[in-house]
């Protein structure tokens, strides 16, 4: 990405989005129904582990414009909660911004989905304070 000048700052990233671990992800369960009396939270190396393939994937798909349309530049960090769960925020600078309409889109089908695998708790609902 380009700025105008060596000594401009950059402009404010258009979309800021965070992306957390869920311990009911089909990989991890298919991987403790093996393990007699194991919970999640006793496998931080398999926890860790799906979720960087999940991080990955996400990432490629953004870059590659699959989500948010052409990208400029990306950037994000991964972080830890108390529980131990894994998480990442991720700034995006897309060109053009993308659609408020699109956004809003991508977190209902989010939502439809979470809702047919009976965790509605896993994907977050989209503000009622988004512009149409």
Known sequence: MQWPSAGSMPPPPNLFVTFTCNTKWREIGDVLRFEQGQQPCDRSDLIVWVFHMKVDEFIADIREGK??????????????????????????????????????KLLLEDDTASEDSGHEHDSPKPSSSADA
């Open 67 to 104: 989500i948010f349309g052409p990208i400029r530049a990306v950037l994000y960090t991964v972080e830890f909660q108390k529980r131990g769960l894994p998480h990442i925020h991720y700034l995006v600078w897309s060109h053009p911004s993308p659609n408020k309409k699109i956004v809003r």
